[in-house]
């Protein structure tokens, strides 16, 4: 009884796969297919390697920095003291440093200059600030004035050149 159980279930299942059903689904991938002529281009030939010499190691490295090093000698003009001591401004760009004040003592002036990092330092003449060995001349009222040492990518001389850094005037904040 089992066994015809079994085989009346699975004539229909076999017979809802026969030859005859999906005909026409058959006849259109033929038909789709008659048409066509494939056909692959031919692969492009491949260059066989040629090995290059590199000759170019006496040349300037195009990827160092053209910047001399500050020497010792060598070169005209006025040189640095590369044995002073540097100070805590020498460490910034003189772009980066920005006067905030000026203290008055006894006719002495002394300038109030920020860094990049928020700290205050109190500078007057004879100190030296700036990555261009920037020694201060002057603190007046407006201004820090300073002489720069520059020295030439090319030759190695130094020259002297004079900046300043003007009192930055803060904005009152609108209310």
């Not at 692969?43 to 160092?64: I, R, S, T």
């Not at 401004?89 to 002495?108: D, I, T, Y």
């Not at 990555?131 to 009222?141: A, L, P, R, S």
């Not at 030439?152 to 803060?170: H, P």
């Amino acid at each position: 009884m089992r066994a015809l159980a079994i085989a009346l279930c699975c004539v229909p299942m076999l017979t809802a796969c026969g030859p005859g059903e999906f005909q026409d689904l058959k006849a259109f991938v033929e038909q789709s297919g008659s048409g066509l002529l494939g056909k692959v281009e031919p692969l492009p030939q491949v260059a066989p390697y040629e090995p290059f010499l590199y000759n170019g190691f006496d040349l300037a490295n195009p990827f160092a920095p053209r910047k001399k090093e500050a020497t010792r000698t060598g070169g005209t003009g006025p040189q640095p003291d590369m044995d002073r001591r540097r100070e805590a401004l020498e460490a910034f760009p003189l772009e980066s440093l920005k006067m905030v004040g000026v203290l008055e003592r006894a006719n002495h002036h002394w300038a109030v200059v920020k860094t990049p990092d928020h700290n205050l330092y109190r500078v007057h003449s004879g100190n030296y600030m700036g990555q261009n060995f920037g020694k201060i001349t002057m603190v007046t009222d407006a201004n820090v004035t300073l002489q720069e040492l520059i020295q030439d990518t090319t030759t190695g001389s130094w020259s002297e050149r004079t900046s300043t850094l003007q009192l930055l005037e803060e904005e009152e904040p609108s209310k």
